[in-house]
């Protein structure tokens, strides 16, 4: 059985919680697209010494295997921001395609979170959802998980990376057009996760086991 649930939405609104809940109560496999985009971008920074070189991320993708995905540096802040200057390179984002698109339709269903992908990397997938919430919300989610109480600062870093996810020329991040909108700012983790796992259950019958 072939079953891809397309989970996007910004930082902090919580897609990859929402995803790995929704995979475990399906069975399926889950994949955090977002850590490809920041081990490379960690990766860069490094190898390049603190910049960025488009030409060396873009090989550094096309290197990318799946043990790389479990380096203990891919959860900082410092590689969230370079997460989303690579995602903006589109060498970088053909080069992570397929790797994205091979997960997506394995046996046994799949769950990917990120940015771009019930519109770019599975335009076919039989359940969408675009999860959001406000930015002062995900600001203090934010700021609760970096264990500080300065919010100002948290929430200039998610504003600056919205903007350029949803301004860049290389899949901005939209909702696709027949995504089921998931608002969590009002809504417990639990609440969230029912409603997207009633959601997937009723694709079942459009296209599912």
Same mark, same amino acid.
């Given at each position: ?50 910049? &960025? ?97 300065? &919010? ?28 089921? *909108?998931?608002?969590?700012?009002? *809504?417990? &983790?639990?609440?969230? &996760? ?16």
């Amino acid at each position: 059985m072939k079953f891809t649930v397309a989970i996007d939405g910004p930082a902090a609104a919580g897609k990859g919680t929402i995803g790995r809940a929704v995979a475990v109560a399906f069975g399926f496999a889950h994949l955090d697209t977002g850590l490809l985009y920041r081990a490379v971008g960690v990766q860069a920074l490094a190898d390049c010494r603190g910049v &960025i070189d488009p030409h060396w991320a873009a090989e550094l993708a096309r290197r990318l295997s799946p043990a790389t995905l479990n380096r203990d540096d891919l959860r900082t802040p410092r590689a969230g921001q370079a997460a989303s200057k690579v995602a903006a390179l589109p060498e970088v984002r053909a080069a992570l395609l397929a790797f994205q698109k091979e997960f997506a339709r394995r046996e046994g269903g799949a769950v990917l979170d990120g940015r771009d992908i019930g519109t770019v990397i599975c335009p076919a997938a039989e359940a969408k959802l675009f999860v959001t919430a406000s930015a002062d919300v995900r600001a203090a989610r934010r700021a609760e998980e970096l264990g500080t109480s300065d &919010i100002a600062p948290v929430l200039a870093d998610l504003r600056a990376r919205d903007a350029r996810d949803a301004d860049r020329d290389a899949a901005p991040m939209v909702a696709a057009r027949d995504a089921h *909108l998931l608002d969590t700012s009002e *809504l417990s &983790i639990d609440a969230a &996760i029912a409603e997207a796992v009633a959601f997937v259950e009723s694709r079942f019958g459009r296209g599912g086991r």
